[in-house]
């Protein structure tokens, strides 16, 4: 099975590598916030309380990562490269409909399917650079990612699927 980021374009540089870096952790505390507080919404609140506390540490990344690039010129990344949901003004009302349907089992697997890619793109990335440091800077990436993908995991087996399989009911 290849990963999403397995044939990632070359990262270059420092800037390259912290530009996306920026992107992917932006996305994903976005992303966390608005599903904490939806579970909250529903009512469960530890599924919500682990989603604003991976959000608060999405952003403290961001923040890290901006102040590391601090006095660089970094590239510009599209956030649709990095969206969860479709974004923009076609998408919103989509992007609103998926948000209130959601269940927190299925809050879970996007935010583990999100974690995974972001896993795959620093972990590709650290294979294909050549600049020792640079390399680190993607391997600790891709641990931070690790760490968040075995909390999501952790949630997962312990939020029921509310999805009713019929076929092994009356099968």
Same mark, same amino acid.
Request: hydrophobic share 45%; net charge negative; aromatic share 6%.
């Given at each position: ?83 969860? *949901?479709?974004?923009? &003004?076609? +998408?919103? /009302? @989509?992007?609103?409909? =998926? ?6 089992? %299925? ?26 440091? *640079?390399?680190?800077? &993607?391997? +600790?990436? /891709? @641990?931070?990612?690790? =760490? ?6 952790? %949630? ?16």
């Amino acid at each position: 099975m290849s990963t999403p980021y397995a044939n990632v374009r070359a990262i270059g540089s420092s800037e390259e590598l912290l530009a996306h870096a920026i992107e992917i952790e932006r996305e994903a505390a976005a992303r966390y916030a608005e599903l904490g507080e939806r579970m909250k919404d529903l009512g469960n609140d530890i599924v919500g309380e682990l989603f604003l506390r991976l959000a608060k540490l999405e952003q403290d990344h961001e923040q890290e990562l901006v102040k590391r690039a601090a006095g660089l010129k970094l590239p510009q990344i599209p956030s649709s490269e990095y969206a969860w *949901l479709g974004q923009g &003004a076609p +998408e919103t /009302a @989509a992007h609103d409909l =998926v948000l209130q349907t959601l269940t927190p089992h %299925a809050a879970l697997k996007i935010a583990l399917a999100a974690e995974v890619r972001a896993a795959a793109f620093f972990e590709a990335a650290r294979k294909q650079i050549r600049d020792p440091q *640079l390399a680190e800077m &993607a391997a +600790e990436m /891709a @641990a931070e990612e690790g =760490v968040h993908i075995a909390w999501v995991k952790s %949630a997962i087996r312990r939020t029921p699927d509310p999805v009713i399989d019929w076929s092994s009911v009356f099968g």
